[in-house]
């Protein structure tokens, strides 16, 4: 494979480039063919702690990326309004206490739960969950640090994303992968040329005549996808049912206050807002159901939350969920939105990219027949998107609202059998079963089943060989070396100050 061309820019295109621009070999030339004409989503700005693997990858500096692109930490997600109206949880990116290694640690909570609930214990002896999580404990005070030490240090259990400008990470990708060789060529794609036998494509002829041929193809066109649906027709699995929301509104505003380490998801009528502090604005956004509400009435319902001076106009998406069924076709990938897309949700869109991209260097095809590889970059890329199907249709499903017909319809859906069993299992029993490699950990689980009022009736009864003085002493002891962890932090905005305050140095 020596020529390979990729068609789209933006982030997943640029993501691309320069993680190929990495790892390709010397003899293999990368072309990035991107036009001005058309425009990016552009509005993917808080991420999960995958991304950093990406970026040590490349060798890019977190504090030097965070200040050109107006970056701030992200501990996690505070969900509002979701479970029922006026009830808030958190989904923190850290552990919650420390596993056992006969057990993990929320059947200890789970035990002292139960007690509480069955009048047995003082409800002070057991406390939230979330008071044995670092990131919870530290992002409601507004507090951030890396995590440091060993192994056994409650710090170490802090786990971190960020909320940054897309557009700017774009731009910083594209220098990163320019200056490795990687060309771009500026021009609208009007023609796809494909070998009759095999199917395969074989080059791009542009508006302005020039042709691009090349060995292999990576569609990150968008949702169009201009390879890999126009020209090889690769189905889409529809998902629209367990994930009705198919429109969003997005909107910059000026707010004058310090950024929080955490991303706010607020349920409304007929989906969710969003807000994410990055140190120069704060994005705002409304994900709906068309067939639950009209534009302008959402519109309306997203500029009556918004506190800050809006910085830009709306902008108006619109998106299907679910996924190619075949993502590597031919000698096309589709990565990004023209591969599929879950909503925004937990931050997943460019953790997607990012797989994609993964697994497409470590099963890099070479010449001949690259069957096996497909079908194995397929399986493992819808194994993905299955696994955070089920996670995010988690956070409707497990509800008390229905007080609109969106929260009704949502409440009674019918689910995949996969994340039923899930539930099921957890409401017996406590007992999480995720993949090994699955993105999302039994800790996420763990954070929305029970945020989303799920509480197991039962749990592990090998917990009960612990004497019970004994329990309640070690769990206090460990709730308070998190609150004393948390508080001796500084300020998430003393951190950013101090290490990464934004620097438009590149424009």
């Not at 989906?271 to 959402?298: D, K, T």
């Not at 990938?333 to 879950?342: D, K, N, R, S, V």
């Not at 859906?413 to 957890?426: C, N, R, T, Y």
Request: with cysteine.
């Amino acid at each position: 494979m020596k020529r390979v061309v990729i068609v789209g820019g933006g982030t997943s295109g640029w993501m691309c480039a320069a993680a190929l621009a990495r790892t390709a070999q010397p003899e293999t030339q990368v072309t990035l063919l991107e036009s001005d004409q058309i425009g990016t989503i552009g509005v993917g700005e808080a991420t999960i702690p995958l991304l950093a693997e990406f970026n040590a990858f490349l060798g890019i500096d977190e504090h030097d990326m965070l200040k050109e692109c107006a970056g701030t930490f992200k501990l996690g997600i505070e969900f509002i309004d979701w479970y029922r109206k006026g009830h808030a949880y958190f989904h923190p990116f850290g552990f919650f206490g420390k596993d056992t290694p006969e057990f993990p640690f929320h059947q200890l909570w789970l035990k002292l739960n139960s007690l509480v609930r069955n009048g047995e214990l003082p409800e002070e002896l057991c406390g939230s969950i979330c008071e044995y999580n670092l990131c919870t404990v530290a992002a409601k005070s507004g507090r951030f640090s890396q995590a440091q030490g060993g192994a056994n240090t409650i710090l170490s259990t802090m786990r971190h994303a960020w909320h940054f400008d897309s557009g700017a990470y774009g731009k910083l990708l594209r220098r990163y992968a320019e200056q490795r060789d990687v060309q771009r060529i500026e021009g609208k794609i009007v023609d796809v040329s494909v070998e009759p036998k095999s199917g395969d494509i074989t080059s791009v002829r542009l508006e302005n005549g020039l042709v691009v041929a090349g060995d292999l193809f990576i569609d990150c066109s968008g949702f169009r996808g201009l390879l890999i649906n126009e020209h090889l027709q690769s189905e889409f699995n529809d998902w629209t049912h367990y994930l009705p929301c198919d429109r969003a509104i997005a909107i910059q505003t000026y707010e004058n206050i310090h950024a929080p380490p955490y991303t706010r998801a607020y349920a409304k009528e007929a989906g969710w807002r969003w807000q994410i502090p990055l140190q120069s604005r704060f994005g705002n956004g409304y994900v709906y159901s068309g067939q639950f509400q009209e534009q302008q009435e959402a519109l309306t319902s997203l500029l009556s939350d918004l506190h800050g001076e809006p910085v830009t106009g709306p902008n108006f998406l619109r998106f299907r969920t679910g996924h190619r069924r075949t993502f590597w076709k031919n000698n096309c990938i589709a990565i990004g939105l023209a591969g599929g897309f879950i909503e925004p949700l937990e931050s997943t869109s460019i953790h997607l990219v990012q797989t994609g991209i993964q697994l497409l260097i470590s099963l890099w095809p070479a010449s001949g027949s690259n069957d096996e590889l497909r079908w194995r970059y397929n399986k493992m890329m819808t194994d993905e998107y299955e696994d955070i199907r089920d996670f995010i249709i988690l956070h409707y499903k497990a509800t008390l609202r229905g007080d609109t017909a969106f929260w009704r319809f949502v409440r009674d859906m019918s689910v995949p059998d996969s994340l039923s069993e899930k539930m099921e299992q957890f409401a017996r029993n406590g007992n999480i079963a995720t993949r090994p490699d699955a993105l999302f950990t039994s800790h996420s689980w763990l954070a929305v089943m029970l945020g989303q009022g799920i509480v197991p009736m039962h749990y592990d009864s090998r917990v009960d060989r612990i004497p019970g003085d004994m329990l309640i002493k070690n769990m206090h002891g460990l709730r308070e070396a998190v609150k004393r962890t948390a508080a001796s932090l500084p300020s998430h905005q003393q951190y950013i100050n101090k290490h990464c305050a934004f620097s438009n140095t590149h424009g």
